[in-house]
Protein backbone atom coordinates (compact mmCIF):
# COMPACT_ATOMS: atom_id res chain seq x y z
CA UNK A 1 0.00 0.00 0.00
CA UNK A 2 2.82 2.06 1.18
CA UNK A 3 4.15 1.60 -2.47
CA UNK A 4 1.27 2.60 -4.65
CA UNK A 5 1.31 5.67 -2.32
CA UNK A 6 4.65 6.69 -2.72
CA UNK A 7 4.13 5.54 -7.06
CA UNK A 8 0.93 7.89 -7.02
CA UNK A 9 2.61 10.94 -5.35
CA UNK A 10 5.76 10.40 -7.67
CA UNK A 11 3.62 10.71 -10.89
CA UNK A 12 1.27 13.24 -9.82
CA UNK A 13 4.80 15.46 -9.22
CA UNK A 14 6.32 14.64 -12.54
CA UNK A 15 3.43 15.62 -14.46
CA UNK A 16 2.76 18.51 -12.47
CA UNK A 17 6.77 19.13 -12.96
CA UNK A 18 5.94 18.80 -17.08
CA UNK A 19 2.54 20.98 -17.04
CA UNK A 20 4.69 24.24 -15.23
CA UNK A 21 7.39 24.23 -18.08
CA UNK A 22 5.02 23.93 -21.02
CA UNK A 23 5.03 27.76 -22.53
CA UNK A 24 1.67 29.12 -23.60
CA UNK A 25 0.04 32.05 -25.05
CA UNK A 26 -2.36 34.28 -23.11
CA UNK A 27 -4.94 36.23 -24.86
CA UNK A 28 -2.62 39.22 -24.98
CA UNK A 29 -0.02 37.23 -27.41
CA UNK A 30 2.56 37.11 -23.97
CA UNK A 31 4.52 33.91 -24.23
CA UNK A 32 4.55 32.49 -20.51
CA UNK A 33 7.40 30.16 -19.57
CA UNK A 34 8.30 29.06 -16.02
CA UNK A 35 10.84 30.92 -15.59
CA UNK A 36 10.19 34.28 -17.71
CA UNK A 37 7.62 36.46 -19.41
CA UNK A 38 8.82 37.53 -23.14
CA UNK A 39 6.25 40.29 -25.02
CA UNK A 40 6.73 41.54 -28.67
CA UNK A 41 7.30 45.49 -28.44
CA UNK A 42 8.35 47.91 -31.19
CA UNK A 43 11.93 49.74 -31.66
CA UNK A 44 9.93 52.88 -30.20
CA UNK A 45 9.70 50.61 -26.92
CA UNK A 46 13.11 50.32 -26.16
CA UNK A 47 14.98 52.27 -23.48
CA UNK A 48 17.01 55.17 -24.95
CA UNK A 49 20.71 53.38 -24.37
CA UNK A 50 19.18 49.94 -26.09
CA UNK A 51 18.46 51.92 -29.21
CA UNK A 52 21.42 53.70 -29.26
CA UNK A 53 23.50 50.46 -28.94
CA UNK A 54 21.62 49.05 -32.07
CA UNK A 55 22.59 52.22 -33.67
CA UNK A 56 25.73 50.67 -33.76
CA UNK A 57 27.94 49.77 -37.13
CA UNK A 58 28.18 46.25 -36.37
CA UNK A 59 23.58 46.04 -36.94
CA UNK A 60 23.97 48.18 -40.00
CA UNK A 61 23.43 45.48 -42.37
CA UNK A 62 21.08 43.67 -40.05
CA UNK A 63 17.47 44.23 -40.48
CA UNK A 64 15.51 43.55 -37.48
CA UNK A 65 12.71 40.97 -37.31
CA UNK A 66 11.26 41.23 -33.80
CA UNK A 67 11.80 42.66 -30.42
CA UNK A 68 11.16 41.08 -27.12
CA UNK A 69 11.04 42.66 -23.60
CA UNK A 70 11.84 39.79 -21.66
CA UNK A 71 11.04 39.70 -18.00
CA UNK A 72 12.69 37.43 -15.59
CA UNK A 73 11.14 35.42 -12.18
CA UNK A 74 13.41 37.54 -10.25
CA UNK A 75 11.64 40.60 -12.35
CA UNK A 76 14.83 41.75 -14.03
CA UNK A 77 14.08 42.69 -17.62
CA UNK A 78 16.09 42.47 -20.85
CA UNK A 79 14.98 42.85 -24.39
CA UNK A 80 15.65 40.03 -27.35
CA UNK A 81 16.26 41.49 -30.44
CA UNK A 82 15.97 38.72 -33.49
CA UNK A 83 17.87 40.10 -36.41
CA UNK A 84 18.27 38.43 -40.44
CA UNK A 85 20.54 39.52 -43.08
CA UNK A 86 20.32 37.17 -45.67
CA UNK A 87 19.55 33.68 -45.03
CA UNK A 88 21.56 34.37 -41.93
CA UNK A 89 19.45 34.98 -38.38
CA UNK A 90 20.31 35.83 -34.87
CA UNK A 91 19.30 37.16 -32.00
CA UNK A 92 21.30 39.68 -29.59
CA UNK A 93 20.38 40.29 -25.91
CA UNK A 94 20.56 43.66 -24.23
CA UNK A 95 20.54 45.11 -20.56
CA UNK A 96 18.22 47.98 -20.38
CA UNK A 97 21.37 50.16 -20.20
CA UNK A 98 22.38 48.59 -24.06
CA UNK A 99 25.09 46.44 -23.38
CA UNK A 100 25.28 42.95 -24.90
CA UNK A 101 24.95 40.22 -22.40
CA UNK A 102 24.31 36.64 -22.44
Known sequence: MKLLVVCLVTMSL????HLS???YLSNDEEIILQDKQKVEIEKQDLPA????????????N?????????????????YSVDFTSGSQKKTVDFSKEGEVIG
Open 21 to 23: ATP
Open 62 to 78: WKIDSIYKVTKADRSVY
Open 49 to 60: KVKEALNDDQYK
Open 14 to 17: AGTI
